[in-house]
């Protein structure tokens, strides 16, 4: 085959490299072409490199050609790529189209735990009769936890309290109740005080129907001149009929507490067998709700109130006895378990 002039390869380039872009599809088919054509070892970069090769008549003609020829590939192969790369663009945006009138997906929420729900809920029923919402601390001295209610460390009541010691140096204990919070709220207040103290308890106790080993109760304390045991039966009484209704009966039994004088047990006619007795009232038909009574003198004197002058009471209620009481649940260990079909029957619709 007889070889072709430096014009006849300029054209047969054009020809096929035109042909060949016209043909590319996609913009990664583009930019192979240019670098077929135009790239440091493309078909019109090889042939201006060997212009010096051509007889010297011929390298004129054949430079300006090549040189035209680089110029129109390069700007043939300019609105080719803005071409596929418009269009290319469009067909994303169309793949990645959000339809906005497609209704959402539904986001699993949150919600409050039953327990917390009970405690937000006592204290909006305490604020109402007085009393401010206070916190103390779970990792307790045996100070505050025994000593400042009455309990010295001979007392037979000590060892009622089944106590989780923490190892630490002095006698740390995880608070058994939120009774201690009462010496703690008296020292830092003048009376007249009225708080509530919520939070969790723990004790080294066997788990059963009605008990846990960490568990939360609400502590009540009110200090002021003349406070008899009416004011605490009152108290008591109004916040059992704002939770459970006015039918729900209410029972005051004598109790024992050191740090009361006198006390007593507050139940609620159990709600899962209606009073008739079931295994969660352990057949009695009640269940207690909590411990109270009128705070000892020897606790008043304790934390320089004189109790000559001041009365107060007390009670420490169980929280989640009162949610078990109120929506009928059989097994308190139910509230720590973890169980999402359990907590999601009180979760309030959004
Ligand atoms: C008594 C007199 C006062 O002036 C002030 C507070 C008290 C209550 C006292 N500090 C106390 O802790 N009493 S208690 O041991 O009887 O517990 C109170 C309530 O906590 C119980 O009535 C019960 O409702 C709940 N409770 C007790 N042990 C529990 C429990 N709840 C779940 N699991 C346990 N293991």
């Known amino acids: 085959m007889a070889t072709m002039t430096a014009q006849e390869t300029i054209d047969d380039i054009r020809q096929r490299a035109l042909a060949q ?23 019109v970069t090889l042939f201006l ?12 003609v054949a ?15 300019e609105r080719r790529h803005a071409e596929l790369a418009s269009a290319d663009l469009e067909r994303r945006l169309a793949d990645d189209a959000v339809d906005v009138t497609l209704p959402g997906r539904p986001t699993d929420l949150g919600a409050a735990h039953p327990v917390s729900e009970m405690i937000d809920e ?27 209610l009455n309990i010295p460390s001979e007392h037979p009541a000590r060892d009622v309290w089944d106590t989780i010691h923490v190892d630490l140096p002095g006698e740390i204990v995880l608070r058994t109740h939120t009774s201690p919070m009462q ?48 004011d605490l039966k ?21 109790d024992f507490f050191p740090f009361v004088e006198p006390g007593v047990d507050f139940a609620v006619d159990c709600a899962l067998c209606s009073g008739k007795g079931c295994r969660v009232c352990k057949g009695s038909g009640w269940l207690e709700m909590g411990g109270a009574g009128m705070v000892h003198p020897n606790v008043l004197r304790a934390v320089g109130y004189d109790p000559e002058v001041y009365s107060g009471f007390a009670f420490g209620l169980g929280v989640e006895r009162l949610v078990m009481m109120r929506s009928g649940v059989d097994d308190l260990r139910a509230f720590a378990g973890n169980d999402l079909r359990f907590l999601r029957q009180f979760a309030r619709a959004a």
């Not at 103290?197 to 109760?217: I, K, L």
């Open 122 to 148: 006592l204290s909006e029923i305490f604020a109402l009769l007085g009393f401010q919402t206070v916190f103390g601390p779970e990792v307790e001295t045996a100070h505050y936890n025994f000593d400042q």
């Open 63 to 77: 430079g300006r050609g090549g040189n035209a020829l680089k110029q129109e590939l390069g700007a043939a192969w």
């Open 234 to 254: 009152g108290t008591l009484a109004e916040m059992a009929r704002q939770l459970f209704g006015a039918e729900r009966r209410i029972r005051f039994r004598c």
């Open 183 to 230: 010496a703690r709220v008296m020292e830092q207040t003048e009376p007249p005080v009225r708080v509530v103290v919520p939070g969790r308890v723990y004790r080294y106790e066997a788990q059963d129907a009605s008990h846990e080993w960490m568990f939360h109760q609400l502590e009540g304390l009110a200090v002021d001149r003349n406070i008899t045991m009416a």
């Open 49 to 60: 490199r060997g212009l010096s090769a051509l007889p010297p008549e011929e390298r004129p």
């Open 21 to 43: 872009l016209d043909a590319a599809a996609t913009l990664d088919e583009a930019i192979a072409w240019e670098r077929e054509f135009l790239g440091s070892r493309g078909e």
